[in-house]
């Protein structure tokens, strides 16, 4: 059990579900779970008591003695460490294999709660990075895992990771793409048919092309095609309803500043309801 699954714990319940969701994850892959609490701890009820070192040292113990219990082969470890939270979990992804994040949801967008740490961290870490909400269910039969594919920028990262995850889980792999006619193609109507037709079969040959070598890596995997008409934000929202895992790439930038988060990636954080996964693509 050399790799690590790295939870940011902070003593709340999104932080409590993405500690019982990494536990599964580590037993299913043969990792190990690390609980990570960065200090100065922001939790109102103990900030500026004397003792608040003491207690945050406690509630992790608790924590880690709980998810000891509830999975015995897998080796947890818990962790205090001094500094920014944004600063220590960045610190902590670059010898990660995931990074696990909770959040509380949002009620009727269903999506997730995420301030300016969780934007940096999803923006810039080195692995990736899986939201749970506190909502999350600590034990259900494996759904499907969803993959939002983008064929003008493909991530084998990303592919790789979707393809491990519905694996290990015996799960379908649905893989949406969200494609839209030519620009313009409707100006014309006597020719908006055929473009219609030659762009939809091209996406569909690209879309064979991309994933054919992926199942063949991974022939025990379901294999669920979903080419789509319509933007890529709403579309891959839409498609995926509570999977076992949605998976999406995000670009990285070099030295640009600011978070890497794109639009589709942003949509999927607002308005996904399961676990979903963000892969740092090259």
Same mark, same amino acid.
């Given at each position: ?13 999104? @932080? ?5 969701? #990494? ?32 207690? @945050? ?9 709980g ?10 470890t ?22 696990a ?6 009620g009727a ?22 939201l ?6 600590? @034990? ?12 003008d920028?493909?991530?084998?990262? #990303? ?11 015996? #799960? ?27 762009? #939809? ?7 064979t ?62 308005h ?7 892969v740092?693509?090259?």
């Amino acid at each position: 059990m050399n790799g690590l699954i790295t939870v940011g714990y902070d003593g709340t319940p999104g @932080s409590a579900a993405a500690a019982r969701w #990494a536990s599964r994850e580590a037993g299913l892959r043969g990792l190990r779970v690390e609980l990570l609490l960065a200090w100065p701890w922001t939790a109102p009820h103990l900030l500026g008591t004397p003792d608040a070192v003491a207690e @945050s040292r406690r509630w992790l113990a608790r924590q880690e003695a709980g998810l000891r219990a509830r999975s015995p082969g897998v080796d947890v470890t818990a962790v205090h460490r001094s500094g920014p939270a944004r600063d220590v979990l960045l610190a902590a992804a670059e010898r990660s294999v995931v990074l696990a994040l909770g959040s509380r949801g949002l009620g009727a967008l269903h999506g997730y709660f995420v301030g300016a740490v969780g934007r940096d961290v999803l923006g810039r870490a080195a692995c990736p990075v899986v939201l749970v909400r506190a909502d999350e269910e600590a @034990s259900r039969p494996a759904r499907e895992v969803v993959l939002g594919l983008d064929l003008d920028h493909c991530c084998d990262a #990303a592919l790789r990771f979707a393809f491990e995850a519905a694996a290990l889980r015996a #799960a379908p792999l649905r893989v949406v793409h969200a494609w839209r006619p030519p620009r313009g193609s409707g100006l014309v109507p006597a020719v908006t048919a055929s473009l219609v037709r030659v762009a #939809a079969a091209e996406a569909v040959q690209r879309f064979t092309g991309t994933l054919d070598p992926w199942r063949e890596e991974y022939p025990g995997v379901e294999v669920v095609p979903s080419l789509l008409r319509g933007g890529a934000a709403g579309t891959l929202v839409e498609a995926a309803d509570r999977p076992d895992r949605l998976v999406v790439g995000r670009r990285t930038r070099g030295t640009l500043p600011g978070p890497l988060l794109g639009p589709v990636t942003q949509a999927a954080v607002h308005h996904v309801r399961g676990p979903l996964a963000v892969v740092p693509c090259d």
